[in-house]
């Protein structure tokens, strides 16, 4: 892992620092670290000679851009009304009990953190999950079990 | 392009230039539409909806603000579909807002509320969202108040915080319900980057963003017969209360003013003109020992250009923002300050009144103000320097409290010591007059004549455009300033913060020649302050600096080195400029503050 | 249901393996710009994603711009509910997008295209970009300046929207811009900008390899040319076809529904809801027929049987929109809030059915009022859900 300061430094030498190249150095310290602390954002209005207030504005536009800690995994749970309909809500009650982890809460290891999302353009498959940037589809509690054991083993 | 068009505004034919909104146009002919995001000062927004219109062929509503005329545009601003469109939208607001008036700061004042007065929306048929919400508070600030809960997230105060004052410490976060008006990390807005300026209040059309007021607390101090009030009042004060009291823009209410502290109970009525006067003493003496000691010594630790330092929103900005340009600012106090430091000190003792039983007020146009006699440092007198910040708009409230009827009050004057004056402390109320007044004063002192301009009127230095440049060429200078002979003083005045950073940036960059600067945080200077009534627009504020010259041209002094009070203070308690009783009381030092 | 005699009319080309694209963009660039526009206009190709401005136009009318640059924008911000198209479009064929793109780029003037990408479907980035660098390989050897970027979206619904989307790629909040002025002369970075849906990008390379009139003979009048459909919901076979334009919704359930289909929302959640006694009536495409409703779509067909809550699909909707609304201005903001708490109000009996009413009204001021196409488009799926199952919705 790049220190924040470093990797903030080399996300702007990659992509320039004018303010159209904001968000893919936000979603490049998300990549990273998974969420964007006061820190990260503060080094970020930096590195681009942007308000601290701007950068945090524009951060909290966006659904996949958390500015809270998040776990090593992002479970992201379509909760649009194809997936809603095919049983989103017996995917969700199968991660909580599986992890013990509430909804919008990360488990107390840091490693799941557990959300829901708007519609993930998986509607023919549904219900989908995200699991960072993987796609999982079709899903059903047996299928969601396995898929989140394997991460367990991680 | 000045080729004109041809509308129809509710059947009436016009001709407008092309380019106009149909807002603008309307506006012309005379017809109203109803705004809230829409403001003169600042770029059009057009989120709020309430100015829709129809026009004919098209299948939705415009929005006035936004759209602009068309050749042959027929344009209806008050068809039924455009009224029940509006009542809505006027509901919908009202079902998000926490629209308990009478327990509203702005009740009586709130654009929110003049437009459900005017279409009458007597009933609360939607849903009460307001309780729903996690609507917080914040009044840390000891400037601003800001509640969520009476926002209509119009983004006027994100406009200007961004547009005016380049200081951004406002932003919209979040989106579809959630997204609100806040700062980084939604901190308080004392913990953030954030100049007390109030711009964001002048603007704000609904009680969302207030300032904190101490009238209770100043009406406290009144009628505690322990206690001796002094009360100052700021120059750009006297050309806006009238406005707050109904009067007309730009009225001179200078002597009503004092009869009606008077009659408020203060014990003493006195002038921060006065100590408008004293800055420009000490500062235009740290400019000239600057001069001295780069021009003549060559020593190389003296810093130039010399900023101004009256502006207390401006201080803050410049420790955010350049905290590396701190040794450029005069260290001069504010002249609220001053005073602050003078009516505990000298005041006290000539007057014989223990200071601990002196309590301090200020009536200011700026809520920065608020801030700034708040800060640590500011109890050189042994006290605090200044006890209470009260805004123009503030005054007004206790004014009219007090059932005076301000209009039919006689004019008076300022109790003497600390209260006489001169037209340079005047204009120290107009973007420009510090500059004006330090110049009437420092030439004079260096050529021993007056300043080549007629009737005392630099008016390379007045105005309104966001930064101007002037310079004076120095011939024939006193034998004690040979120096500065043939000299080319340069001299820069900015006012709005977005200015400041642009003049900042060349001071930073070594691209400036600058030997001066006067900066101003506010649009106008302190005549457009954040505690200044509201509405402000780009012509009330031209209306009160009219008013601000009228002033300096009617006083019989017009060079702070002229001022009688001045030269006793010296005289009887401060010895000489920037000696050690100046540079106890009148002198300051800054902060470097972080820049995010 | 009567059977119907009607066959739903399928077609084959966007995802057909064209692997001469290299000599269709060499054929079609010595082509003369006005040409290529005219060859597009008589096509009658119309935008794909929803909105359904004529293609041609929108290149015709930038190419006349006079901005000293301009930008080609591949909008692959697929984020309508129950739309997944585009992402399979980028992922089987994505050479024919790249193909438009610098077909358009030609055409308008341009040397920089941005393909905006949600970032749902990030995991789409390593295959797209090798795509890209060999397109861009080929456009380098046969002398033809073009090149390629993809942006990511970050989640937001709203960055669909044309102006949402500028506003994001310049590194803002995704807050739809007052139009006028149009992209097609202030866009990206205030220059004059076409945005086209991926759907659309690839329709034009049918046209441009097999000629406007191949694509115009599919479909029917105003609605020409064939469509991707995004099939979901209570269906037995969900997934992506395409199909002629101008079916009647009849056929389409008969060919899609499960037996019990009790409505079809077609377009989307800002579409409209059609219930069995109006599938008869109802055809898919622009408008411009003289008798039924017409609904144009972006390709969205979620089927729902008897056994739903008419209820619940509309209450995700509203929930929808409720957070993905960009918030800023007051009719969709407020309007989505009050649309999506009155349902539930009049649902638990806080409200009277009648306030239902006051609601839909509500959604005409939204359609007149609200600044961008969506909180224009709340009203569609609203209205055409209360008025359909006002029964539902009560008590």
Redesign the interface.
Known sequence: MTPIHDLIKKLANEHGRNRRNLLPILQGVVEQEKYLSEHSMIEIARELNLSAADVYGTATFYSFLEHQKMGTYIIRVCKTITCSMKGKNQILLTIQDMLKVGLGETTSDGKFSLLQTNCLGWCHKAPAMLINNEVYTELTPESVREILSQYLKK | MNTKINVTINGFQLEVENGKTILEAANEAGINIPTLCYHKDLC???????C?VEVSGQK??A?AC???CEEEMEIQTNSL?VR??RK??IE??L??HNADCTKCYKNGNCELQELASEYKIMTQ???R?AP?KNYTIDQFSPSIIKDDSKC??C?RCVRTCAELQG?????????????KI????EKAMND??CTNCGQCINHCPTGALVERNYIEEVWDAIADPNKHVVVQTAPAVRVGLGEALGMDIGSRVTGKMVTALKRLGFSSVLDTDFTADLTIIEEGTELLNRLRKTLQDKDTNVRLPLATSCSPAWIKYIEHQYPELLDNLSTCKSPQQMFGALAKTYYAKARKIDPDKIVSVSIMPCTAKKFEANRPEMHDSGYRDVDYVLTTRELAIMIRQAGIEFQKLPDNKFDRLMGESTGAGVIFGATGGVMEAALRTAYELVTGREVPFDNLNITPVRGVDGIREASIKIEKPLKEWAFLDGVELKCAVAHGLVNAKTVMDAVKNGTSSYHFIEIMACPGGCLGGGGQPIPTSPEIRQKRMEAIYAEDGAMPLRKSHENPEVLKIYQDFLGEPLGPKSHHLLHTKYIPRE?? | MVASSYQLKRADFIFKNDNDWERILDKTLKRPPQELINELMSSELKGRGGAGFPTGLKWKLTAEDPSDEKFVICNADEGEPGTFKDREILSKVPYKVLMAMAVCGYVIGSSKGYIYLRGEYKFLVPELNKAIQEFEYYCKEVGHDFSIQIFLGSGAYICGEETALFESMEGKRGEPRNKPPYPTSNGYLGKATVVNNVETLAHTFTIFKYGAKKFYDLGVQYSRGSKLFSVSGDTPKPGIYELELGMSLQDFVHEFGDGDTKAVQVGGASGFLVPRKRFDKTTIGYRGKLTGISLPTGGSMMLYNSSRSMYNVLDNYLEFFREESCGQCTPCRVGCQQLHSGIKAVKRGEKPAQYLDKLLKLTETMQLTAKCGLGQSVANSFSSIVENFREEMIY
């Open positions: 059009i927004a057009g989120n709020c909806r309430v829709m939705r509503l929005a936004a759209t602009p579909k029940n469109s809505h939208i919908l607001l079902s998000e048929d939607f849903l969202l729903m209509i997230r983004q200081v951004n410490a406002l932003t919209v976060a979040y989106k579809g319900d959630e997204m806040a700062t980084f990390f953030v980057v820049r995010f």
